[in-house]
């Protein structure tokens, strides 16, 4: 049997033909693959009544009776019947197009207005309105508060644009749309070198074989043009957990000093633990590979580093999509001059503290505590964000 339930305008006309041929109502389901008791239900719903004919005033003898015994009788009208043009007696007919036209008017009218009292949308401009306001998603918003979100996504948009609601369109996180980074530069020798076993196609090829083991991917967010200051980003895959530090300048010293920092703060088995690969893109602030993949100290190799291929940002998409939530708060051309370290600090808590749909409606923190204890979390300056109290947008720094 089809698993859907609605039936189109040549469904119909098939069981008026065959109605109209005699066919049982067993007969009519097998050929349209439909249940019996749908065909049933069909007939019975859009049958129309017609009164006996009142020719020569006979419909007024109220002693005669007019009703006809076929009708008692499967499926219930008189498509098929000889007699039908001229029966003087009552008749219930089904008619395909007229049948199909009820079903369109009956899925308009049920689209139509809203289905939502007085007291659910106070509910709801009382409890949502405060946290869209702190730039949190929809996303978000569904998972932690179910109670007054009972409907679709699809819904809650409509209600939004249909300005039902105290916040409107506009009060939600924007759309950042990336634009294609040009590369015109060629590299050097050495750059070429460098990328000689640690391309994107051999970064597949050795995931394949290894797993289970963690991938962290690496980017860095950029202020205006006019500044020095950038912040590296490093984006764990499997939890969506993101790192953000402030970097004085967009060199390979300024990245070294962050994975000196990272392997004195916590301890070797859990930085062999967590970087284990680490992917980036081919920024000229990445080429130092050495101290990134090797201990600062010993030299010893903790991670295996690979670049992707030149324009292809889909290829680390995880932390590209991560950078959308940093421009909630730090739109593009806005000056990243009197940032702080503890600024990366707060704006990263809100974000691994924000729900995904992706983690089983858990959040980026919650699911990094399978794979490091909350105590390496917290050494980083990292801490969970209550749901009603992450916030996602420019009054976040105030």
Not at 229 to 249: G, Q
Request: hydrophobic share 30%.
């Amino acid at each position: 049997m089809a698993n859907y339930c609605h039936l189109s305008y040549e469904d119909r006309k098939n069981i008026e033909d065959g109605l109209n041929y005699k066919k049982s109502i067993n007969q009519i389901s097998k050929e349209l693959n439909k249940s019996h008791s749908t065909i049933l239900r069909e007939i019975d719903r859009n049958k129309i009544y017609y009164k006996p004919s009142n020719w020569n005033n006979c419909y007024n003898d109220k002693n005669k009776d007019y009703s006809c015994d076929k009708l008692s009788k499967s499926p219930h009208v008189c498509n098929g019947c000889k007699s039908r043009s001229g029966c003087r007696k009552e008749r219930l007919t089904y008619y395909a197009r007229k049948a199909d036209d009820s079903y369109k008017e009956l899925i308009s009218s049920c689209r139509q207005g809203i289905n939502l009292d007085n007291e659910e949308i106070f509910n709801i401009n009382q409890i949502i309105s405060p946290l869209v306001k702190k730039g949190q998603t929809t996303n978000h918003l569904y998972i932690n508060h179910p109670e007054v979100l009972s409907f679709s996504k699809s819904t809650f948009y409509r209600y939004v644009n249909d300005g039902i609601f105290e916040f409107k369109p506009l009060d939600f996180p924007r759309i950042v749309k990336y634009k294609k980074r040009k590369n015109n530069k060629r590299r050097t020798r050495q750059e070429r070198e460098i990328l000689i076993g640690r391309k994107y196609d051999d970064f597949i090829d050795y995931t394949s074989k290894n797993p289970e083991l963690n991938i962290v991917e690496m980017d860095t967010v950029e202020g205006l043009k006019t500044d020095s200051k950038c912040i590296l980003t490093l984006f764990w895959r499997k939890s969506n957990f993101m790192l953000m530090f402030l970097l004085k300048s967009q060199t390979t010293d300024e990245v070294t000093k962050v994975f000196e920092y990272l392997q004195q703060t916590i301890t070797e088995d859990d930085y062999k633990r967590l970087f284990e690969i680490i992917l980036t893109d081919n920024g000229h602030e990445f080429y130092d590979v050495l101290n990134i993949e090797c201990h600062h100290k010993t030299g010893e190799v903790l991670s295996k580093v690979f670049y992707c291929d030149p324009g292809a940002s889909w290829q680390k998409g995880g932390i590209e999509k991560n950078h959308e939530f940093i421009r909630y708060v730090l739109p593009k051309k806005t000056t990243f001059k009197n940032l702080t370290q503890n600024d990366c600090h707060i704006i990263a808590n809100h974000i691994n503290s924000l729900c995904r749909v992706s983690l089983n409606n858990n959040c980026p923190f919650k699911a990094m505590l399978f794979m490091c204890d909350e105590k390496v979390l917290n050494t980083l300056n990292m801490y969970y964000i209550e749901p009603d109290e992450v916030q996602l947008n420019k009054n976040l720094l105030k």
